[in-house]
């Protein structure tokens, strides 16, 4: 395993500055490997993407296969790559390290952005030099949840900024660009290192990182943003400390959750990226409720993927054998019974403390978000104020409305069937897509919206069809709330 985090990251700067001037970021990345997402990577895809992706071995495929795809580079495409004093400067620092067939690194570099973050390989199975899988202490690479998190984080100016289970520090380096002090805190020693590592390679001073237990490194002190990427699998076993979070799943991430009301300052916004169990009597957002007691926070859960307990158990499971990765599958899926998980579902869950008379919880579906999207989320949080606000309904029949901007309408109907059209509608263009359900009433009053119209001559043209004028005033507010309508001044 890596032992680097220790060493003093300065000399590697100008590894970095190389790197970025051949273009080493996420979009190049992707886009040289032919995925739609970088989260699309597969790691055992290694030798596809080799021979049909980076055949061309240009400084660029060089990068991508030693840092992201965990491969061997000989010492003359290395020389390639970096010049002498950089080669010299990565071995020093324990990035580097040469064996029979040439020179593999020791660590991933993950591209976020434009941002290179270190940590530990994503799969230790494929690293010859380490092949410690189940090692507690492993940093979590910058996976698929880090991405969902980093992109859809409220990028506001603030004061101050707090990450828990902050691993690679990925969320506490990024909030560094607009929040005056962070801290990063998590209870694995190692990742503190790593997080300490990646913040003195790029000379920040506004990042501290702390060991500790949740909250308890920073007991007495709010925070204007808390963001957190928790162990959150329903392990019937403890075996990976970044992942597991107890048999339920449920031991992390509901310490986090109950610990925001003291914790979030006011007007503070709290985002977590986790994974919760579900069954069809208990909505997983009643839990979250009860975590945070009687406090008026609005919540927003954003739903991005559903796994059924089957699946789930199956893709966990491990073995050497048919046997023993059968013996693995009826563990998992015995221990997803037991806590009555007929579901695990991907969830984005956003808090803010409530400017309203009564906290609200809100739910939306939205395919998983592939740029960023924070911008997207905070007009969710503005849209379901405005649409509880009292003096709305006697705006909109004074005002006109308008089209936020264009909607992509989907209708199903089921051939042959008396059953009635389902309408599912989404802003066009947008990095969250969120899908609302429409009745016919929203849909037509959507297309009369092009331009600015004046409510009162949707509610002329709705008596002259005997439809009450509450009934359109609804449908403007649920329009509202959706994102899909405003005032139009």
């Given amino acids: 395993m890596f032992s680097g985090f220790d060493s003093d990251p300065a000399a590697c700067a100008g590894a970095l500055s190389r790197l970025s001037s051949i273009g080493f970021a996420e979009e190049a990345v992707r886009g040289r490997l032919g995925l739609g997402d970088l989260n699309d990577l597969q790691l055992r895809a290694a030798p596809i993407y080799r021979a049909e992706r980076l055949e061309a071995r240009d400084p660029l495929a060089s990068a991508i296969d030693l840092f992201v795809l965990q491969g061997t580079l000989p010492v003359a495409e290395l020389n390639n790559l970096f010049g002498a004093a950089e080669r010299a400067a990565l071995i020093t620092c324990g990035v580097l390290r040469e064996d029979t067939h040439g020179f593999r690194a020791l660590v991933s570099l993950y591209p976020v952005g434009k941002e290179l973050i270190v940590s530990d390989h994503a799969s230790h199975e494929l690293d010859p030099n380490d092949l410690s899988a189940g090692h507690h202490d492993r940093v979590m690479y910058v996976g698929t949840d880090s991405r969902w998190l980093a992109r859809v984080t409220l990028r506001n100016p603030v004061a101050s900024a707090l990450d828990l289970c902050c691993g690679s520090g990925i969320h506490a380096l990024l909030a560094t660009s607009h929040a005056r002090h962070v801290t990063a805190v998590d209870i694995n020693a190692r990742a503190v290192r790593c997080t300490s590592f990646n913040a003195k390679l790029r000379g920040l001073t506004n990042l501290e990182a702390l060991q500790g237990d949740l909250y308890a490194p920073v007991a007495g002190r709010r925070f204007d943003l808390i963001t957190a990427n928790p162990p959150f699998v329903p392990a019937p076993f403890q075996q990976v400390g970044f992942r597991d979070g107890g048999r339920s799943g449920e031991d992390v991430q509901r310490r986090i959750v109950e610990g925001l009301p003291v914790h979030l300052a006011p007007g503070g916004v709290a985002q977590i990226v986790t994974e ?214």
Avoid: C
Wanted: zero cysteines; proline letters at 5%; a neutral charge.
């Fill in 276 to 489: 919760l169990g579900e069954n069809d009597g208990a909505p997983l957002q009643l839990r979250l409720r009860r975590w945070l007691g009687d406090a008026p926070i609005d919540l927003h859960v954003l739903r991005l993927r559903t796994h059924a307990a089957q699946a789930y158990a199956i893709g966990h499971a491990d073995g050497n054998d048919p046997a023993a990765f059968l013996s693995s599958v009826g563990a998992w899926a015995a221990n997803l019974r037991a806590h009555g998980h007929a579901r695990i579902v991907s969830v984005l869950l956003t808090f803010e403390w409530s400017q309203g008379a009564a906290p609200w919880t809100r739910v939306d579906q939205a395919f998983p978000p592939k740029q960023a999207a924070g911008a997207e989320l905070a007009a969710i949080f503005a849209a379901e104020r405005l649409s509880r606000e009292a003096t709305l309904r006697e705006r909109l029949r004074a005002g006109h409305v308008v089209r936020t901007s264009p909607v992509a309408v989907f209708e199903s109907r089921a051939l042959g069937v008396d059953v009635p059209t389902t309408i599912q509608a989404r802003l066009f263009g947008q990095g969250l897509s969120v899908e609302h359900a429409l009745v016919p009433m929203e849909l037509d009053l959507l297309a009369s919206m092009d331009h600015p119209v004046a409510v009162s001559a949707l509610l002329g043209a709705a008596a002259r069809l005997d439809l009450s004028a509450e009934m359109v005033v609804d449908a403007l507010v649920s329009l509202v709330a959706k994102g899909f309508t405003r005032l139009a001044t």
